[in-house]
């Protein structure tokens, strides 16, 4: 997608040289870096800090990852093993992560040994365009949606959508899984309004949502995280698209903390509440989200300080918190699928239920996704 006109991925391997390349998402909107990883420690760190994030970006990094770990291990499948988990150990919630490693580790080991690296680094970027394909077509089957709702609508009155957090092309390798509808509406000419939740504690909608948005120049407004139900209850919000990190094969939804709350609100005001994701992000083995899905804790001091602009262009970090208090910092929450009203995946959109998923992914086809 663009940034200052010209068009970026998330993740790529380096034309020349032997380097995995991010746009590093820590620094963003302020700056617009580009980061370098030499090496699969590198890219752990570059997880787990989150210079990158987002399921499908998570996924797509550790596919890159699993590159220079097949480097690293020189034919031995026990250092391979040892790259993949020290990947996989980065992040607990997105079940990109592991889908990608898992599906490295497949592919390799099905290839003989001295083909690793080259086999590894065909994979990553196979992962890496089939994320971006995958989120393009749940682009166009979900603009259906906001094309409806558009034509009950006077001309010209605008769509509004409310998000949570940054499922955009940020969040994945291009497009994104919540915005890509609204990138696809905005395209074929159809009025939005994206009300954008701030998303605290990192702010990834208020720094990353927006800074996306901004840069397609899709009309769009930040918002407290508060504000979504008093929104809702005036009549200012026509839908709800979010991402999400992990849906079990029930339709139960783990995404960025707060996500649950929206969609009570919505519920509560008859809106339909989407959840948008590309099939790696289902968990085939997980029925029940609540009590199955492990939550990621982040340290406290995502919630005690915060990072933001200061008046002499630098980046500084400010305290918010009564000093010596102690915080908690849950990163995701689980939406049951009796609160979601449809998902909205690469072929197509069905309910958030175990048949309405099984008639898109029938059983005998989810291992070849
Ligand atoms: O903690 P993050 O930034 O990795 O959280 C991920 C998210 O932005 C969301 O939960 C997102 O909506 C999921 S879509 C990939």
């Not at 649950?260 to 509440?273: Q, R, S, T, V």
């Not at 899905?293 to 915060?306: C, F, K, T």
């Amino acid at each position: 997608m663009l940034v200052n006109g010209s068009t970026h991925r998330t993740v790529w391997s380096a034309a020349e040289g032997e380097t995995v390349q991010i746009i590093d998402q820590s620094k963003l909107p302020w700056n617009f870096e580009i980061e370098n990883l030499r090496c699969v420690s590198e890219v752990a760190t570059a997880i787990s800090e989150m210079h990158v994030r987002g399921a499908g970006c998570i996924g797509a990094t550790a596919g890159y990852g699993m590159w220079l770990a097949a480097k690293k291990a020189r034919g031995s499948d026990e250092r391979l093993l040892e790259s993949a988990h020290e990947l996989i150990a980065t992040r607990p919630t997105a079940s990109n992560l592991t889908w990608a490693v898992e599906r490295q580790l497949t592919k390799l080991r099905a290839s003989p040994v001295d083909r690793w690296v080259a086999v590894a680094k065909q994979e990553a970027e196979t992962i890496a365009n089939e994320d971006a394909a995958w989120c393009q077509r749940i682009g166009e089957h979900g603009c259906k949606l906001i094309h409806e709702i558009a034509s009950q609508k006077a001309p010209g009155e605008p769509v509004h959508i409310l998000t949570h957090c940054n499922a955009g092309w940020l969040a994945f390798t291009d497009w994104g899984s919540a915005t890509a509808p609204i990138y696809a509406a905005h395209r074929a000419g159809i009025p939005v309004h994206v009300w954008v939740d701030e998303t605290r504690p990192r702010n990834q909608g208020a720094r990353l949502t927006a800074w996306e948005l901004m840069n397609e120049k899709v009309p769009h407004t930040v918002i407290v995280d508060n504000a979504g139900g008093h929104l809702m209850q005036h009549g200012m919000v026509d839908l709800v698209i979010t991402g999400t990190d992990r849906t079990t094969y029930t339709g139960d939804v783990a995404n960025k903390i707060g996500t649950y709350l929206k969609a009570l609100a919505a519920h509560d005001n008859g809106i339909p509440f989407y959840v948008a994701l590309p099939s790696s992000t289902f968990d085939w083995k997980m029925r029940d989200g609540v009590r199955e899905i492990p939550i990621e804790e982040r340290g406290g001091s995502e919630v005690s300080l915060m990072d933001g602009l200061a008046e002499d262009g630098s980046i500084q970090k400010v305290d918010l918190v009564n000093p010596g208090s102690p915080t908690a910092n849950h990163a995701f929450d689980v939406t049951p699928a009796r609160l979601v009203t449809g998902l909205i995946t690469e072929r197509g959109i069905c309910a958030a239920s175990e048949d309405g998923i099984s008639r898109l992914y029938p059983p005998h086809e989810r291992a070849t996704q």
